[in-house]
Protein backbone atom coordinates (compact mmCIF):
# COMPACT_ATOMS: atom_id res chain seq x y z
CA UNK A 1 0.00 0.00 0.00
CA UNK A 2 1.12 3.76 -0.26
CA UNK A 3 3.42 4.94 2.34
CA UNK A 4 3.43 8.57 4.02
CA UNK A 5 6.49 9.26 6.67
CA UNK A 6 6.59 12.15 9.02
CA UNK A 7 10.18 13.78 9.68
CA UNK A 8 10.69 14.21 13.18
CA UNK A 9 8.39 11.98 15.08
CA UNK A 10 9.07 13.97 17.69
CA UNK A 11 10.79 17.16 18.61
CA UNK A 12 11.53 19.10 21.91
CA UNK A 13 11.95 22.95 21.24
CA UNK A 14 11.83 26.20 23.37
CA UNK A 15 9.30 28.80 23.49
CA UNK A 16 9.66 31.19 20.30
CA UNK A 17 11.47 29.58 18.09
CA UNK A 18 10.49 27.65 15.19
CA UNK A 19 10.13 24.16 14.34
CA UNK A 20 9.63 22.58 10.62
CA UNK A 21 7.69 19.29 10.23
CA UNK A 22 7.98 16.97 6.64
CA UNK A 23 5.74 14.66 5.11
CA UNK A 24 6.40 13.20 2.86
CA UNK A 25 4.72 10.75 0.03
CA UNK A 26 6.87 7.23 -0.75
CA UNK A 27 5.59 5.42 -3.36
CA UNK A 28 3.39 7.86 -4.99
CA UNK A 29 2.27 11.59 -6.06
CA UNK A 30 0.34 13.33 -3.52
CA UNK A 31 -1.40 16.49 -5.10
CA UNK A 32 -2.75 16.67 -2.18
CA UNK A 33 -1.62 16.59 1.72
CA UNK A 34 -3.73 17.43 4.91
CA UNK A 35 -2.68 18.47 8.07
CA UNK A 36 -3.95 17.54 11.04
CA UNK A 37 -3.87 18.26 14.71
CA UNK A 38 -4.55 15.88 17.39
CA UNK A 39 -5.46 16.63 21.28
CA UNK A 40 -4.95 14.45 23.77
CA UNK A 41 -8.37 12.11 23.91
CA UNK A 42 -9.57 14.04 20.92
CA UNK A 43 -10.73 13.60 17.26
CA UNK A 44 -8.13 14.83 14.27
CA UNK A 45 -8.93 18.36 13.99
CA UNK A 46 -7.83 19.38 10.22
CA UNK A 47 -5.76 22.32 10.02
CA UNK A 48 -5.28 23.24 6.34
CA UNK A 49 -5.17 21.27 2.95
CA UNK A 50 -2.35 21.82 0.39
CA UNK A 51 -2.79 20.94 -3.23
CA UNK A 52 1.19 21.10 -4.64
CA UNK A 53 2.30 24.24 -6.57
CA UNK A 54 -0.68 26.41 -4.91
CA UNK A 55 -1.34 27.94 -1.64
CA UNK A 56 -2.60 26.21 1.41
CA UNK A 57 -6.30 26.30 2.32
CA UNK A 58 -6.65 26.57 6.47
CA UNK A 59 -9.80 25.43 8.45
CA UNK A 60 -11.35 28.44 10.12
CA UNK A 61 -9.52 29.60 13.22
CA UNK A 62 -6.25 28.27 12.15
CA UNK A 63 -3.57 31.18 11.70
CA UNK A 64 -1.51 30.62 8.56
CA UNK A 65 1.12 33.47 9.29
CA UNK A 66 1.94 30.81 12.41
CA UNK A 67 1.45 27.68 10.92
CA UNK A 68 3.36 28.30 7.57
CA UNK A 69 2.33 25.32 4.62
CA UNK A 70 4.51 24.79 2.05
CA UNK A 71 3.78 22.09 -1.00
CA UNK A 72 6.39 22.42 -3.22
CA UNK A 73 6.75 19.01 -4.75
CA UNK A 74 4.47 16.08 -5.40
CA UNK A 75 6.25 14.37 -2.90
CA UNK A 76 6.72 16.70 0.29
CA UNK A 77 4.78 19.41 2.23
CA UNK A 78 6.21 20.80 4.88
CA UNK A 79 4.31 22.53 8.10
CA UNK A 80 6.24 25.31 10.05
CA UNK A 81 5.26 26.35 13.44
CA UNK A 82 6.32 29.70 13.89
CA UNK A 83 7.63 30.99 17.11
CA UNK A 84 6.18 28.28 18.84
CA UNK A 85 4.86 28.54 22.34
CA UNK A 86 3.86 25.76 24.99
CA UNK A 87 -0.22 25.88 23.84
CA UNK A 88 1.01 24.73 20.02
CA UNK A 89 2.47 21.47 21.86
CA UNK A 90 0.57 18.32 20.43
CA UNK A 91 0.45 15.54 17.71
CA UNK A 92 0.66 16.56 14.25
CA UNK A 93 -0.45 14.43 11.55
CA UNK A 94 -0.41 14.64 7.71
CA UNK A 95 -2.16 12.75 5.16
CA UNK A 96 -1.45 12.63 1.37
CA UNK A 97 -4.02 11.45 -1.58
CA UNK A 98 -4.45 12.07 -5.18
CA UNK A 99 -7.84 11.99 -7.29
CA UNK A 100 -6.34 8.02 -8.51
CA UNK A 101 -6.41 6.94 -4.72
CA UNK A 102 -9.71 5.98 -3.37
CA UNK A 103 -8.30 6.81 0.12
CA UNK A 104 -6.09 9.19 2.23
CA UNK A 105 -2.73 7.89 3.83
CA UNK A 106 -1.56 8.75 7.03
CA UNK A 107 1.62 9.56 8.26
CA UNK A 108 2.96 8.07 11.78
CA UNK A 109 2.97 12.28 13.16
CA UNK A 110 5.31 13.90 14.80
CA UNK A 111 4.56 15.06 18.52
CA UNK A 112 5.88 18.49 19.47
CA UNK A 113 6.57 19.82 22.92
CA UNK A 114 7.38 23.45 23.23
CA UNK A 115 9.30 24.06 26.63
CA UNK B 1 -22.90 22.04 8.67
CA UNK B 2 -20.74 18.41 7.87
CA UNK B 3 -20.16 16.98 10.77
CA UNK B 4 -19.95 13.19 12.73
CA UNK B 5 -20.88 12.49 15.61
CA UNK B 6 -19.31 9.35 17.69
CA UNK B 7 -22.04 8.47 20.38
CA UNK B 8 -19.22 6.41 22.57
CA UNK B 9 -16.58 8.03 23.66
CA UNK B 10 -14.86 4.83 26.07
CA UNK B 11 -16.15 1.22 25.30
CA UNK B 12 -14.94 -1.71 27.96
CA UNK B 13 -15.81 -4.90 26.37
CA UNK B 14 -14.45 -8.65 27.40
CA UNK B 15 -13.38 -10.63 24.67
CA UNK B 16 -15.30 -12.21 22.77
CA UNK B 17 -18.22 -10.01 23.61
CA UNK B 18 -19.98 -8.43 20.58
CA UNK B 19 -18.94 -4.72 19.40
CA UNK B 20 -21.15 -2.20 17.45
CA UNK B 21 -19.65 1.46 17.83
CA UNK B 22 -22.20 4.22 16.48
CA UNK B 23 -21.40 6.74 14.05
CA UNK B 24 -24.13 9.05 12.76
CA UNK B 25 -23.12 12.02 9.99
CA UNK B 26 -24.53 15.38 8.91
CA UNK B 27 -23.56 16.26 4.78
CA UNK B 28 -25.30 17.60 2.31
CA UNK B 29 -24.97 15.44 -0.37
CA UNK B 30 -23.61 11.79 -1.54
CA UNK B 31 -20.61 10.65 0.95
CA UNK B 32 -18.27 8.15 1.42
CA UNK B 33 -17.62 6.72 4.60
CA UNK B 34 -15.01 4.98 6.44
CA UNK B 35 -13.44 4.03 9.73
CA UNK B 36 -10.40 3.94 11.08
CA UNK B 37 -8.60 2.53 13.79
CA UNK B 38 -5.73 4.07 15.54
CA UNK B 39 -3.56 1.47 17.71
CA UNK B 40 -1.72 2.31 20.74
CA UNK B 41 1.40 5.01 19.20
CA UNK B 42 0.77 3.67 15.98
CA UNK B 43 -0.36 5.95 13.42
CA UNK B 44 -4.33 6.21 11.66
CA UNK B 45 -4.93 2.68 9.27
CA UNK B 46 -8.29 2.33 7.24
CA UNK B 47 -10.56 -0.08 8.14
CA UNK B 48 -13.10 -0.40 6.02
CA UNK B 49 -14.99 1.88 4.14
CA UNK B 50 -17.89 2.37 2.11
CA UNK B 51 -18.55 4.19 -1.35
CA UNK B 52 -22.04 2.68 -3.16
CA UNK B 53 -23.40 -0.62 -3.91
CA UNK B 54 -23.91 -3.05 -1.01
CA UNK B 55 -24.32 -1.40 2.14
CA UNK B 56 -23.06 -3.52 4.49
CA UNK B 57 -19.20 -3.52 4.03
CA UNK B 58 -16.74 -6.29 4.91
CA UNK B 59 -13.37 -4.77 6.43
CA UNK B 60 -9.58 -6.15 8.19
CA UNK B 61 -9.48 -8.38 10.85
CA UNK B 62 -13.22 -9.28 10.88
CA UNK B 63 -14.58 -5.59 11.13
CA UNK B 64 -17.95 -4.77 9.32
CA UNK B 65 -19.87 -1.67 8.86
CA UNK B 66 -23.36 -1.01 7.92
CA UNK B 67 -24.90 2.07 5.72
CA UNK B 68 -28.50 3.05 6.11
CA UNK B 69 -28.76 6.01 4.39
CA UNK B 70 -32.23 6.75 5.99
CA UNK B 71 -30.51 7.05 9.21
CA UNK B 72 -27.65 8.55 8.18
CA UNK B 73 -25.53 6.36 10.24
CA UNK B 74 -22.66 4.02 9.56
CA UNK B 75 -21.98 1.73 12.18
CA UNK B 76 -19.27 -0.48 12.70
CA UNK B 77 -19.53 -3.96 14.20
CA UNK B 78 -17.41 -7.33 15.12
CA UNK B 79 -18.88 -10.08 16.27
CA UNK B 80 -16.31 -11.44 19.18
CA UNK B 81 -13.49 -8.81 19.78
CA UNK B 82 -9.99 -9.59 20.85
CA UNK B 83 -7.50 -8.03 23.25
CA UNK B 84 -5.50 -6.93 19.88
CA UNK B 85 -8.79 -4.68 19.31
CA UNK B 86 -7.36 -2.88 21.93
CA UNK B 87 -7.08 0.97 20.15
CA UNK B 88 -9.18 3.86 19.19
CA UNK B 89 -11.76 3.81 16.23
CA UNK B 90 -12.54 6.92 14.29
CA UNK B 91 -15.45 7.57 12.00
CA UNK B 92 -14.94 9.97 8.60
CA UNK B 93 -16.78 11.27 5.83
CA UNK B 94 -15.89 12.89 2.77
CA UNK B 95 -17.60 13.59 -0.93
CA UNK B 96 -17.83 11.17 -3.50
CA UNK B 97 -16.05 13.01 -6.40
CA UNK B 98 -12.33 13.40 -5.89
CA UNK B 99 -11.07 10.55 -4.57
CA UNK B 100 -8.43 10.88 -1.74
CA UNK B 101 -8.08 14.49 -2.79
CA UNK B 102 -11.55 15.47 -0.74
CA UNK B 103 -10.57 16.96 3.43
CA UNK B 104 -11.92 14.10 5.78
CA UNK B 105 -14.50 14.96 8.49
CA UNK B 106 -13.70 12.67 11.66
CA UNK B 107 -15.96 12.12 14.67
CA UNK B 108 -14.23 12.43 18.67
CA UNK B 109 -12.95 8.98 18.00
CA UNK B 110 -14.13 5.55 20.43
CA UNK B 111 -11.51 4.58 22.44
CA UNK B 112 -12.39 0.82 22.90
CA UNK B 113 -10.43 -1.28 25.83
CA UNK B 114 -10.96 -5.28 25.16
CA UNK B 115 -9.62 -7.09 28.82
CA UNK B 116 -8.22 -10.39 28.59
Known amino acids: GAVVSQHPSRVICKSGTSVKIECRSLDFQATTMFWYRQFPKKSLMLMATSNEGSKATYEQGVEKDKFLINHASLTLSTLTVTSAHPEDSSFYICSAGNSVLETQYFGPGTRLLVL | AQSVSQHNHHVILSEAASLELGCNYS??????LFWYVQYPGQHLQLLLK??????LVKGIKGFEAEFIKSKFSFNLRKPSVQWSDTAEYFC??????????????FGTGTLLAVQP
Open chain 2, 27 to 32: YGGTVN
Open chain 2, 50 to 55: YFSGDP
Open chain 2, 92 to 105: AVTSNYGGATNKLI
